[in-house]
């Protein structure tokens, strides 16, 4: 069983940056499509950024796209990570990597994604 574990999350202020990594247990970021996902209080589990093989373009949500980045560590298929600058109050929640087939590439659902991490949570104070 291959586990998804996040860290980087924090206490940070409105306009600040933080970096989230996910590290997987085993090599599976090789032949799944990495992506975050995240969950505020109260509300559904919402799509971030998913990044597909190699030199493929990155998917967005709108509310992130021009200040997060998803990048993977391709020398070391086990890391994936996400940028993100200027955050903003409404973005505080607990972040989740997740893992999901080449063949589920575009989805932005969080039921097609089969692999998750236990979260770390970001708070982001105004």
């Known amino acids: 069983q291959v586990h998804l574990v996040e860290s980087g999350g924090g206490f940070v202020q409105a306009g600040d940056s933080v970096r989230l990594s996910c590290v997987a247990s085993?090599?599976?970021?090789?032949?799944?499509?990495p992506a975050w996902f995240r969950q505020a209080p109260g509300k559904e589990r919402e799509f971030v950024a998913v990044i597909g093989w190699r030199d493929a373009t990155p998917l967005y949500a709108d509310s992130v796209k021009g200040r997060f980045t998803i990048s993977r560590d391709d020398a070391n298929d086990t890391v994936v990570y996400l940028q993100m600058n200027n955050l903003k109050p409404t973005e505080t929640a607990r972040y989740y990597c997740?893992?999901?087939?080449?063949?589920?590439?575009?989805?932005?659902?969080?039921?097609?994604?089969?692999?998750w991490g236990q979260g770390t949570r970001v708070t982001v104070s105004s």
């Open positions: 085993g090599r599976i970021f090789s032949d799944t499509l």
């Open positions: 997740a893992a999901t087939s080449f063949s589920k590439f575009g989805s932005t659902s969080a039921r097609d994604f089969g692999r």
